[in-house]
Nanobody, 128 residues
Framework: QVQVVESGGGLVQAGESLTLSCTRS????????MGWFRQAPGKQREGISC????????????MYSDSVKGRFTVSRNNTKNTAYLQMNDLKPEDTAMYYC?????????????????WGQGTQVTVSS
């Protein structure tokens, strides 16, 4: 059974940085994409970043929402079955529960409907 666990959330001040980690356990056949989502109180879940596995032996594809582009960086370590989300220049509007999810396909997207396995989330709070 596939499990996804996020870690690294916390309370920071505006302008500071945090790095979230997402570790997958359990078997998935073939390579797959991993995504990051967030949900603030009273708001819909928002897809913010995605990273594929290696494509055609060349590299990975990444994707970002406009709200985090240029400030957040997604990366991945397949050896450790782990994805990371480096978050710089955090703003109060970044405050949310952050979720990691795994797509059984090796295709990137920011629509949550495409992701099958989900973690329980890690809270990020940014004070002004």
């Amino acid at each position: 059974q596939v499990q996804v666990v996020e870690s690294g959330g916390g309370l920071v001040q505006a302008g500071e940085s945090l790095t979230l980690s997402c570790t997958r356990s359990g078997e998935i056949l073939g390579d797959y994409a991993m995504g990051w989502f967030r949900q603030a109180p009273g708001k819909q879940r928002e897809g913010i970043s995605c990273i594929t596995g290696i494509i055609n032996g060349i590299g990975r594809r990444t994707m970002y929402s406009d709200s985090v582009k240029g400030r957040f960086t997604v990366s991945r370590n397949n050896t450790k079955n782990t994805a990371y989300l480096q978050m710089n220049d955090l703003k109060p509007e970044d405050t949310a529960m952050y979720y990691c999810a795994v797509d059984r396909r090796n295709i990137c997207g920011l629509d949550s409907i495409n992701f099958f396995y989900w973690g329980q989330g890690t809270q990020v709070t940014v004070s002004s």
